[in-house]
């Protein structure tokens, strides 16, 4: 399996390095589709590979000496929790190459896309198969530059001034987690992680676990992102073409929170234990936050984008899955991982949702598309308002889609947090992510009233495209796989738990 792994990362880098010959503007983007579709099949076949039966196990592992001088080791490796990240990222990434080819967003060209795009994938599939810190925070940088670009030429509206906030917010919060992976390398003397997690914090005293927990937790939750770091993400997906939103939601917040469970938890345990209730209290506050702005822009009047809409919504989100890591329990972190699958799922296909709702109107303002009636996609474009719909429903948690099962746990790891922790402050917490979760029904219910109900007849245009033959090949198996992961959730439980409680336990 090693040479899988090895190859998922250097056919995206070949990809992006061929995008420099001299290609037509359809051979660029059909190399995008065939490069990530080979790298999807090389996904799916390291989860065929993988052994189930020893999900808590490293495979697939590659550790050759790379710079001896300050022991840096190129380690590869994948498990149960990194596994179903891998085969996100490689999924949302070939949808993305597909819907392209028919809606490239005005720029410099094909080529540069494509590359970008390619480069994009092996930086994010890299930071959740590498084991050693540098090798991760290489990883995490090498994925701001592609993003930076594909936000500032291929976006709209302010889109220079977002993709500065973007690489400025996340290249300072990267530099501050450098500092505490430093600290960590210069105590242990090593700098991988699994001889660290094997560890558990052995050696390291509690007032340099704070210190450098504190250092990589900061870095990690402007990527997540979290309360109050999170002011670089509505700007960046308001300007950001459709895939950079669904690449930039779907995978590269879950770079930030993988890091915590993959780095903190195990590495600096009792760091991440004094740390833990300051994160679980801004997690709670940004899950009402992010639902009372969601609630600001989808009223009448008040100008909302969809886009930024969602973007705020992920805020929320996000919220619930750094409290299922804060509770520093099993069921927490593994509702935190199933969440992040699942808002992967979802808002990618929601983001893919609000573009095509974009292209045809040819606005993403709420005020715009409602009018006095309402924008009426049920009656003028019944299967995109009813993948709309679904999406919207999925995104509040209902039972039986992805959604619910990640939050639950999360809440359930707050109702009864790890010893040591105060359980009336995680009860805090408990209540406000569940006042929380009001607020998100009541915001979507909102936003599918004004953008899916109306009258047809009224103002608006005459015809409108329904879901045409791209855009149901990039969004079928997103939902297919939401409802999948709903009713049947031991097959990410499954995986993660065994996983989770040997991160956990240090074993």
């Not at 990362?9 to 059909?30: K, M, S």
């Not at 790379?66 to 990194?82: E, F, K, N, T």
């Not at 569940?434 to 029904?441: F, I, K, P, R």
């Not at 999948?484 to 738990?497: H, I, K, T, V």
Request: net charge neutral; charged share 10%.
């Amino acid at each position: 399996m090693n040479a899988l792994l090895i190859g998922l990362l250097l056919l995206p880098l070949l990809g992006a390095a061929a995008t420099l010959a001299p290609l037509g503007e359809r051979a660029a983007l059909r190399l995008g589709v065939g490069v990530t579709g080979a790298v999807l099949l090389g996904g799916i076949a390291v989860a065929a590979a993988f052994d189930h039966d020893r999900p808590a196990a490293i495979q697939g592992v590659t550790d050759v000496a790379w710079i001896p001088a300050i022991g840096v080791r190129l380690h590869l490796g994948v498990d149960g929790i990194s596994l179903p990240l891998v085969v996100l990222t490689a999924l949302l990434t070939f949808l993305c190459a597909v819907y392209s080819t028919k809606r490239l967003p005005d720029g410099p060209g094909a080529r540069a896309f494509t590359g970008l795009v390619l480069l994009l994938e092996a930086g994010m599939l890299a930071t959740f198969l590498v084991l050693d810190l540098v090798l991760f925070f290489l990883a995490f940088e090498i994925v701001l530059i592609p993003m930076y670009f594909l936000i500032a030429r291929w976006g709209s509206g302010q889109r220079v001034p977002a993709a500065n906030r973007f690489i400025l917010y996340t290249l300072l919060g990267s530099a501050v987690m450098l500092l505490g992976f430093l600290l960590i390398g210069h105590q242990t003397g090593t700098f991988d992680m699994t001889e660290l997690a094997r560890r558990h914090g052995s050696g390291l005293g509690h007032g340099t676990q704070v210190i450098a927990a504190l250092a990589i937790l900061i870095g990690l939750a402007v990527k997540a992102p979290a309360f109050p770091l999170h002011s670089w993400l509505p700007d960046a997906h308001t300007a950001a073409p459709t895939a950079g939103s669904v690449l930039l939601a779907g995978v590269m917040l879950k770079m930030g929170t993988y890091g915590l469970v993959r780095v903190l938890l195990p590495v600096v345990p009792d760091g991440t234990a004094t740390l833990a209730p300051y994160l679980g209290a801004l997690a709670a506050v940004g899950i009402v936050y992010g639902s009372l702005a969601c609630l600001a822009l989808a009223r009448p009047g008040a100008k909302g984008d969809l886009k930024r809409l969602i973007a705020y919504s992920s805020v929320g989100h996000m919220g619930f899955v750094l409290l299922g890591i804060a509770s520093m329990t099993p069921a927490g972190v593994n509702g935190a991982l199933f969440a992040n699958i699942a808002h992967g799922l979802i808002t990618g296909l929601l983001f893919f949702l609000v573009g095509a709702v974009k292209d045809r109107y040819g606005t993403a303002d709420l005020d715009t598309l409602a009018g006095a009636t309402g924008a009426a996609l049920y009656g003028r474009a019944p299967r995109l308002g009813g993948l709309l719909a679904f999406a919207a429903v999925a995104s509040l948690g209902l039972p039986g889609l992805a959604g619910f099962w990640g939050e639950l746990l999360a809440m359930y790891g707050a109702f009864e947090p790890a010893a040591g922790l105060s359980r009336p402050a995680f009860l805090t917490y408990l209540v406000l992510a569940g006042l929380g979760t009001l607020l998100t029904a009541a915001y979507l219910l909102i936003v599918v009233k004004r953008v899916c109900m109306g009258d047809p007849a009224q103002d608006g245009p005459a015809e409108l495209a329904d879901v045409q033959g791209h855009e149901a090949v990039s969004w079928t198996p997103l939902a297919a796989l939401t409802l999948l992961a709903g009713l049947w959730p031991a097959l990410l439980l499954g995986l993660s738990d065994p996983a989770v409680k040997h991160l956990l336990g240090g074993g």
